[in-house]
């Protein structure tokens, strides 16, 4: 089963082509990171699938349909996407940025019904934002701005979420905690994640499938055992790194890298 | 949850409180400005004269001079109000506004062409505003065209730059028509460039009603829009907003509403940021309370200057625009110095 | 500081600098004359010679050189100075690339200053008049400053601009509420236009002391200057009166400006663009910058001035104004070339 299937998909920027191919199937109901080096095209992907920048060319599809033939509003019942590091008006409280997510399902002045605001409490509950419901987002901290973003695409209801690098401006635990909270989602709900990371190890973590990107296209496609190699390493990233088990999760990881001495890195 | 939805107000309907109390404002400083000038008439006198009875001498100057002043006065300060609400949202900047923009500038360009090269003191109703939205929407597309760079994000100070300095210009071209005009229309233009409520014919006032019903409905409809895309370009793509449509959509609506205003009120220039200001410090950033908010505020700034104006002996003949923006500059430093 | 590749680079913009300078030079003397010759009448070039040199009080074509023509260039020449080192010294004073006499507001406080005391107190004289000038720059200036130095995030370019707009907004509307009151309006207009056509030789004396004072003063804090455009800490490293220069050139700025305004009426832009055009040629050093602001802006206000007089003939332009219409695409192209964080309001 597959929640997003892309076939030559073609992105750039003002005929400036960053990626010229991609075929990707995204498997549904599983945590899928893209890896890759700045430039590599990772986040480019990331925003053409969740639309916010224009493909040239080619399909994607959502669910079994083709997304150019859906409706705006219905492809946002359908997926959710979490730009990176995005930022709010201050005064805006956690419940009125959530209840936002409830933007594809309302008609008119939009009022929340109790069915909106039962799911705003709860996206609110399940990323434990619940007691700082009513505070101004700018009294938040990073972490927790970033729960109340995912709170805001929970909102959305829908079974598939993109985030866009998101643990970057965060420390060690409050990384953890995000990517913790989506593995939650991930396990009781059945939302398929896809994002974009920049950690390999926390990738590898946390989820089931890594796609490995290089100059644009993918490298190699897999679970963490298949992608995260010393090849990988190499091709994607230019680094000589030992790849070890993890001690807490068996997941491989990257434990210490030099830069690679030769010339074939170019 | 619910423990706390309880506890406090929604923003919302905090936000509808506090917009039915700023009505009730509305109101009274409405009806005391119906007292100010040199025939004195009481609160009571108002009332009962706006419903039929009083003299006759107090029904004339209520419902020929002091009526419609007033009511332009509102819809002037109700046009900008709205109109910097949008332009504050869609870009994401709390100095964005019709006169810094420079959209104002750009209507102000074209009725001032009208008024020196056509028409003496201004007298269509209808042509006016529909100039004055050219002008508005012109000035807009040029501030876009030059104040934007392809390849880049939109860099919303970038515009107000533009904007400013388009004005500069705008204003070096209306000087020079005013320096080859009579007289009297030199003194007419001067007047409405530095912000006179001029179009206290009913005829004007029924025109920009209208008109400021349409753009306004058309505006407040997309209420939920411009929230998400206050929130940022990105997420509101995300949420199935159509960014770019709803934005030219909304501009223009902007430009609709500020143009109307100056036309027949003249250049208000610190209005459209000032109301906004106040408003967000009261109701919050929810738009459908903001929008509302903002104009009722800007509508009693106008109502106050005005009575100033009228009241005041050594203010007698000055155009209200100047009283606004004496009392608003300051404000706007203020602002300027801890954004 | 004294570092080879420093010195050998110092030397290239010397020689750019006296190119500068001689092409500048030669490009005034010629406008001069085209000045003097072309107009609302022409005049023949012996008839300029003879004017400035052989005076004849029965020839007409000499009484307009040498009363009408000459005192007006020489009160574009000093507005042209005036304006683009009052620009330039802003500029390297506050670090902010936008900075500009008439953007600032700092016009619209002389301008307001001279209204008021030419509607309430007409019968003050032409020296008073500078006074009074100098004292609205003051006012306009104090107020930038406090915008400036009591914001929370230091001086960027956008809040400049802004908040010079805000108080040209206010000063203007003030003096609009003055004129319309007393019912000059026409009479104003003409003067807030900015036109030089009026000058009479007394302008031009009583402005002249000054002039000169400003523009000595001006090159005197020029090296302080191209120290401080390394930073308030470096300069003082480096022994700078950091405190002393800053006041030498608000000081400098309000009043070079006040003579602009006094002699012309507000113009807009001239401090824009040309230090912008010369850092183009000679670099930063403000030793070379300001004697090449000078001649380029004499240069710059004698050829609009010049345009104004001509294209229209015998009507004619407020040269302000003909200076807006040059100057916004300039603004507007140094805006777009601003990097990003610079605006990052």
Redesign the interface.
Known sequence: MNSIVTKQLKVGYDGNIVVPSFDAEIRQGKITSIIGANGCGKSTVLKAIGRIIRSESGVIIINDSDMSSMKNKDIAKQMAILPQTPTAPGTLTCRELVAYGRFPYQRGFGRLTKEDKDIVGWALEVTNMGDFADREIASLSGGQRQRVWIAMALAQQTGIILLDEPTTYLDLAHQLEVLELLKQLNENQNTTIVMVLHDLNLASRYSHYMLAMKDGRIEVYGEPKEVMTETMLEHCFGIDGDIVADRRSGKPMCLSFDLVKNDKSD | MNSIVKKRLSPLRKGVYVNAALLFLLIAVFLVGCNVGQYRMSVGEVISTLFGGGTDLGRVILFEERLPRICLAVMVGLGMGMSGVVMQDLLH?D?ASPG?LGVSAGSGLFVTLYVALIQGNGSSAVLMPILALFGGLLSAGLIFL??T?RK?RL????L???G??????Y???S??L??IID?SR??FL??W??GELWGTEWEYIVVFAVWLLLFGVMTYRQGRVLNVINVGYDVARGLGVNVGRQFLYLSVCAVALASASVAFGGNF??LGLIGPHIARRLVGTDARVLMPASGIIAGIIVMLADMLVQGLEFLA???A??VV??LS?PY??YL???? | MERIDGQRKKFGNTKKFTVFMAVGAAALVAMMFLFMRFGAENVSSADVWNALFAFDGDNFNHIVVRDMRLPRLLADIMVGVSLALAGAVMQGNTKNP?ADSG?MGISSGSIFAIVLVMTFLPGVSRLERIAFSCAGAAVATL?IY??AL???RGIT???M???G???S??FN??T??V???DGT??LM??Y??GSSANTIWPDVYIAAPFFVAGLVVALMISRSLTVMNLGDDVSKGLGANTKLIKLLCTVVVLVLSAIAVIIIGPV?YVGLMVPHIVRYFVGTDYRLILPSCAVLGAVLVVFVDFLARVLIAPLE??V??LI??IG?PF??FI??R?K?DA???
């Open positions: 900047n100095l810094t030059f104040g760079r880049q860099q919303p100070t970038r107000i730059m533009t400013v300095a388009m004005s500069s210009a204003g070096a071209v000087t020079f005013m320096l007289e030199l003194e001067q007047r460039q530095s220039f610190f003949n000055i155009p625009g100047i923006s004496v500059v706007f430093l300027l110095m801890r954004s | 936008m953007i107020l406090a915008v009591m914001g929370r370019a956008e809040r601009v802004l908040s707009m805000a108080i907004t206010l509307s003030v609009s509420a004129v319309l009151k309006s026409a207009l003409k807030t236009a807009s332009f407020p302000g104004i807006t219409i916004v603004f507007i805006s777009r601003q990003s605006f990052s309001g």
